[in-house]
């Protein structure tokens, strides 16, 4: 089970734009949740009492998610009090390893011309965390994506599927998150190569689901 100093995200709606924001459990007293947010500027005015969120705390062996409503949300200090709606769902964590990196990515629907660039902010064996400055359309949720690494001086072209959008409150960026869908036999040896230079620059974590 969790306990404090775990990882939250809160998901939620602005419109039709889905936002998360992140923390940490800081208290618990079910069916009352405190978070201390890592985005306390944005927080009052995107997050008013009575707003329903989607919570999720990385605890123990896995991930527990629940509805929850917003109580209040102290902009000074970037705390959180949600009422948890029922109980929590879990769901295991994948067994890949997470590893924080800071890398030029390239990315556009498979068999498209036009290429956007981002920011490769975390990655695994199994998919990534990308940064993109500005909202982005794209016609599928295929793509083909290429790491451009400058320590290993390397350009790593894997196919990913989009499995999570989210829009940056603090800025005027997005996070998307992939996973690998295919790559060749050199594309495999290529990336272990990457992956390799960036678990040898940190401690890892599980990647959350």
């Not at 998610?65 to 769901?91: K, L, P």
Request: proline content about 3%; overall charge positive; hydrophobic content about 40%.
């Amino acid at each position: 089970m969790f306990r404090t100093g775990d990882p939250v995200e809160i998901h939620f709606k602005l419109g039709n734009t889905p936002v998360a924001l992140r923390g940490n459990l800081v208290q618990m007293a079910r069916p009352l949740l405190g978070v201390q947010l890592t985005d306390p500027p944005v927080c009052e005015g995107s997050m008013k009492p009575g707003t329903t969120v989607l919570i999720a705390i990385s605890g123990g062996t896995g991930v527990y998610t629940s509805e929850a409503v917003v109580q209040r949300c102290d902009m000074a200090s970037g705390q959180m009090i949600v009422s948890v709606n029922g109980s929590f769902r879990f769901q295991q964590r994948r067994q890949h390893e997470r590893y924080r990196c800071d890398m030029q990515v390239r990315l556009r629907v498979v068999g498209d011309t036009e290429w956007i660039s981002g920011v490769c902010r975390d990655i695994s064996a199994g998919g990534a965390r990308i940064y993109l400055s500005q909202e982005f359309v794209l016609r599928s949720n295929t793509l083909e994506v290429v790491f451009i690494s400058s320590a290993t001086q390397q350009a790593v072209r894997a196919v990913a599927e989009i499995v999570r959008t989210s829009k940056l409150l603090n800025d005027s960026g997005w996070e998307i998150g992939v996973r690998f869908t295919e790559m060749n036999r050199m594309e495999k040896i290529q990336f272990a190569r990457l992956l390799q230079h960036w678990a040898s620059l940190q401690q890892h974590e599980p990647v959350q689901s």
